[in-house]
């Protein structure tokens, strides 16, 4: 079971109202990369890994929530007090005709959000790959988004997630060095 | 201490369509080179970790990377 801390894991701050950056957003969200995949993903995967990984996937996986979370913040802030004439200008005319200001799991060209996106081989090796591949796209997602905003406190957030999926990688890496090393033999790190 | 950002040329046509892009860049993040983290690393204080979002500076890669000097 989860405990619910009712605060963000950073804070987000918004400069000012733009919906076009709200759509590129949405990318984290509901995207094959975003952070609601990242959750399931590693939240899945762990009843058929090995013990020694199980903790991790199952700590990342929580975090992945936290970051949904503020990624929704952002979002919501960015396109809160939107006209329909400005969310039509941004490119989200056809959100608004299904949606009003309400947020959905889609990525940023409007698909929505498929569990096709995650994987769950029950190989441990396979899905520890995989998982480390999402870690660095998530982690470029980032970078595209950081080269087109302008607004320098959403960026302050953005940055900080994106040093997480480096760290994210980092421990799913040692993970398949937990994974693959030689068994009843001494190991010293 | 391994740089965060590579660089290439890539090939470009006189026939090409846009002006060419000389460089080309990518990240190569500090998570690439440490292998299993080692105990005992130097940290950030609490607050600034927090921040930064990592606590060890060894595993910290700003965005964008900051143009230091000659570095390019």
Redesign the interface.
């Known amino acids: 079971m989860w405990y619910y801390e009712k605060k963000l894991q950073?804070p987000v701050k918004v400069s000012e109202c733009n919906p076009r950056l709200a759509k590129y957003l949405i990318e984290q969200y509901g995207g094959a990369d975003g952070e609601l995949s990242a959750a399931l993903r590693y939240l899945n995967q762990r009843y058929s890994i090995p013990d020694k990984v199980i903790g991790l996937l199952t700590d990342i996986g929580t975090e992945e929530f936290a970051h949904l979370e503020m990624i929704a913040a952002m979002v919501y802030k960015l396109t809160k007090d939107a006209t329909p004439e400005q969310l039509k200008e941004a490119g989200l005319g056809a959100h608004y005709a299904n949606h009003d200001h309400a947020l959905f799991y889609h990525d940023a060209a409007g698909n929505p959000w498929t569990a096709t996106y995650i994987q769950a081989k029950g190989d441990p090796i396979a899905d520890l790959y995989e998982d480390i591949a999402a870690e660095e796209k998530a982690?470029?997602t980032?970078?595209w988004i950081?080269?087109m905003s302008d607004d320098p406190c959403l960026n302050d957030s953005l940055?900080?997630?994106?040093?997480?999926e480096?760290?994210h990688?980092?421990r799913f890496?040692?993970a398949v060095?937990i994974l693959k090393q030689e068994q009843n033999r001494k190991h010293i790190? | 201490m391994n740089t965060p950002i590579k660089w290439y040329h890539p090939y470009a046509s006189t026939a090409d369509p846009c002006p060419p892009i000389e460089w080309k860049y990518y990240?190569t993040?500090?998570?690439l080179y440490?292998?299993?983290?080692?105990?005992g690393l130097p940290q950030y204080p609490l607050k600034e970790a927090?921040?930064?979002?990592?606590l060890w500076p060894v595993?910290?890669?700003?965005?964008?990377t900051p143009i230091r000097g000659e570095d390019r």
């Not at chain 1, 940055?159 to 997480?164: A, D, N, P």
Request: a positive charge; hydrophobic letters at 30%; glycine letters at 4%.
């Open positions: 950073y982690r470029a980032y970078q950081i080269n940055k900080f997630l994106r040093e997480r480096i760290v990688s980092q890496r040692e060095e790190f | 990240q993040p500090p998570n440490l292998g299993f983290q080692p105990t927090l921040y930064k979002g990592v595993l910290f890669d700003p965005y964008p």
